[in-house]
């Protein structure tokens, strides 16, 4: 079996198809190198539900409650750790319009049948004391965690091979090369060049060091500032993780990153002062690979061929659900897949 | 001769010692680690005069008025371009308040008899169309100009070696175990320890680059932001560098760097709103050599040994005049120097 791309999508379903006991390699010039660098790592099952979306829901609830099982698995087979940071999300606005607009968006993440509870400004900042004085609250999801996206790969690289994938640091165009008699498309931003109607929509997301003695932020904090959303995860190494921008310019990684540090700066700092005190340390701009609809892509493409991209926002959060839903297709154990996911929903019907 | 510390003071004076044809030694575990690669390098004997600070004046016109000749000298010696950049620098404000700010500093810089001219907005806006609408005009200063501090200390590097100058990657705590006649302190913010009184005043500075196509300022930019002095110089190869925050945290390089980028960012896009399409490349954060009352330490200290240091925000500028001031004390062609500058004027009257 092939699996293209090492990303922590591709590793994932290949750590999980090794241990069925099936033959995998995976190929990737650069694993790692894609998407997986750059995400914060959020598990937002309700905080990323948007209008328009709704169909992802379910599937986002399952993939956040398989998480922290997943982690624990994975830290044993890899020996690595992987960030998981059972601290709730709080989403706050800073102004009344603000506010305004996670009440709307309430109704959506009522919805989602979990845990979600109102708060006023003053009960958010007595669970997030480093909030603003400004902030007119919002609502405490408990479930919606985190975790280490760069940690986690690490450790899913680690967790297939030692399951017995093997990684071949190869760039692949021709599907019909491939000595497999099944092909995972773990391409990410990548996929286009297999026909899937994947493109990359831009985000910068920087990383901050809190220095010693500094307080950080207990709860991961998502906010929406005079309108733009911002968020805020800490990790128990001191590292506060602050994103994102989303534009559409192609795989440019350099045009306009100054504005964009400089509106996660201010939109963070307005939310959380202290963040001002910190160590900015890293600019990274990623690619979010994104379908017309901005659903996943997972499914059958063709006899051989199945798709596992188009994660857009999500990839990360939707790790366990791809990995379980793609490796049971690959190996002949499952033929269900969501069909709001099918790869082919957008071909005109001959 | 010895000459401690080889930043672009240290290697200025050394190559005009080596050309007098003595023998000269300096002293660097790390050349051009310090201030040299963090400055912007503006030549502004005009627009960074301050007012308490107003005997430096002659001797940063001296300078500024050498610098072309010492440009061109240093290039032909060197072989190395050094980022000499005739363009003026404009001086405005956002708001009244930025404008009346200015007009209160223009009677100090009328006083130094350079060119300075009055300007109101829409004529900024003629000679540096990238300048925001609300800016409300300043002043023109055509003999600020710049130089690229990185490429100035290489040529310095090369130039003092061709001349003979011979550079010790070695750290010097033990002057007297220095087999010297004369020993030059060029060493910025290590200078305390020889009993200097010395301290490093912070400053982040951002180093930015203008992709294909897109406009950059043709002046040197600064500007006062709601109160905020803010600086963008412009090089020819297409970096734009941004400063600079100012405060006194020791050595810490990076506590505080995220709100000095965000400040930083914020002040510069709101006075060139295209700032925010360009690709933030470097943070930086140096240390600027600061005696007490904000003066250079240039002169004998004892019968051995002569500062050269204390350059605070004026190192680069400073260049020319302090090596020709310097290399004249310590080959005994003159004994002048500016008395403001008395290394021992701290010194208590025994």
């Given at each position: 079996?092939?699996?293209?791309?090492?990303?922590?999508?591709?590793?994932?379903i290949a750590w999980r198809?090794?241990?069925?006991?099936?033959?995998?390699?995976?190929?990737?010039?650069?694993?790692?190198?894609?998407?997986?660098?750059?995400?914060?790592?959020?598990?937002?099952?309700?905080?990323?539900?948007?209008?328009?979306?709704?169909?992802?829901?379910?599937?986002?609830?399952?993939?956040?409650?398989?998480?922290?099982?997943?982690?624990?698995?994975?830290?044993?087979?890899?020996?690595?750790?992987?960030?998981?940071?059972?601290?709730?999300?709080?989403?706050?606005?800073?102004?009344?319009?603000?506010?305004?607009?996670?009440?709307?968006?309430?109704?959506?993440?009522?919805?989602?049948?979990?845990?979600?509870?109102?708060?006023?400004?003053?009960?958010?900042?007595?669970?997030?004391?480093?909030?603003?004085?400004?902030?007119?609250?919002?609502?405490?999801?408990?479930?919606?965690?985190?975790?280490?996206?760069?940690?986690?790969?690490?450790?899913?690289?680690?967790?297939?091979?030692?399951?017995?994938?093997?990684?071949?640091?190869?760039?692949?165009?021709?599907?019909?090369?491939?000595?497999?008699?099944?092909?995972?498309?773990?391409?990410?931003?990548?996929?286009a060049r297999f026909g899937?109607?994947?493109?990359?929509?831009?985000?910068?997301?920087?990383?901050?060091?809190?220095?010693?003695?500094?307080?950080?932020?207990?709860?991961?904090?998502?906010?929406?500032?005079?309108?733009?959303?911002?968020?805020?995860?800490?990790?128990?190494?001191?590292?506060?993780?602050?994103?994102?921008?989303?534009?559409?310019?192609?795989?440019?990684?350099?045009?306009?990153?100054?504005?964009?540090?400089?509106?996660?700066?201010?939109?963070?700092?307005?939310?959380?002062?202290?963040?001002?005190?910190?160590?900015?340390?890293?600019?990274?701009?990623?690619?979010?690979?994104?379908?017309?609809?901005?659903?996943?892509?997972?499914?059958?493409?063709?006899?051989?061929?199945?798709?596992?991209?188009?994660?857009?926002?999500?990839?990360?959060?939707?790790?366990?659900?791809?990995?379980?839903?793609?490796?049971?297709?690959?190996?002949?154990?499952?033929?269900?897949?969501?069909?709001?996911?099918?790869?082919?929903?957008?071909?005109?019907?001959?």
């Open positions: 079996m092939a699996i293209v791309g090492a990303g922590s999508i591709g590793l994932a198809i090794a241990r069925f006991g099936a033959e995998v390699v995976v190929y990737d010039p650069a694993p790692g190198s894609g998407a997986s660098r750059v995400a914060a790592g959020m598990l937002a099952a309700v905080t990323e539900a948007q209008f328009g979306e709704e169909a992802l829901l379910p599937f986002m609830a399952e993939s956040a409650d398989a998480w922290p099982g997943f982690a624990r698995e994975l830290e044993q087979a890899s020996g690595h750790h992987v960030g998981f940071r059972d601290a709730p999300t709080l989403l706050v606005g800073l102004e009344d319009a603000d506010r305004a607009e996670i009440d709307r968006q309430a109704a959506l993440y009522r919805s989602t049948d979990r845990n979600v509870q109102p708060l006023g400004g003053r009960a958010s900042r007595k669970i997030e004391p480093l909030l603003s004085h400004r902030t007119r609250g919002g609502v405490l999801v408990p479930d919606d965690r985190a975790v280490d996206p760069r940690a986690v790969h690490a450790a899913l690289l680690a967790a297939a091979e030692k399951a017995g994938a093997r990684i071949r640091t190869e760039h692949v165009d021709d599907l019909g090369a491939l000595d497999a008699d099944k092909i995972v498309l773990a391409t990410g931003c990548g996929s899937l109607p994947i493109r990359p929509v831009r985000g910068t997301v920087l990383r901050l060091r809190a220095g010693d003695g500094q307080p950080v932020p207990a709860a991961t904090v998502r906010g929406y500032v005079q309108g733009h959303p911002v968020y805020i995860v800490t990790r128990d190494s001191g590292e506060i993780v602050i994103g994102a921008t989303s534009d559409e310019r192609g795989f440019d990684r350099t045009i306009g990153t100054a504005g964009a540090v400089h509106d996660l700066l201010r939109w963070s700092i307005e939310l959380i002062p202290e963040i001002a005190e910190y160590h900015l340390e890293e600019v990274t701009v990623g690619f979010r690979p994104t379908a017309p609809d901005n659903l996943p892509l997972i499914g059958p493409v063709d006899d051989r061929t199945i798709a596992a991209t188009g994660h857009y926002r999500h990839g990360i959060a939707l790790i366990p659900a791809t990995a379980a839903c793609v490796a049971d297709l690959a190996t002949g154990q499952g033929d269900g897949f969501p069909k709001a996911f099918d790869p082919l929903r957008f071909k005109e019907s001959e």
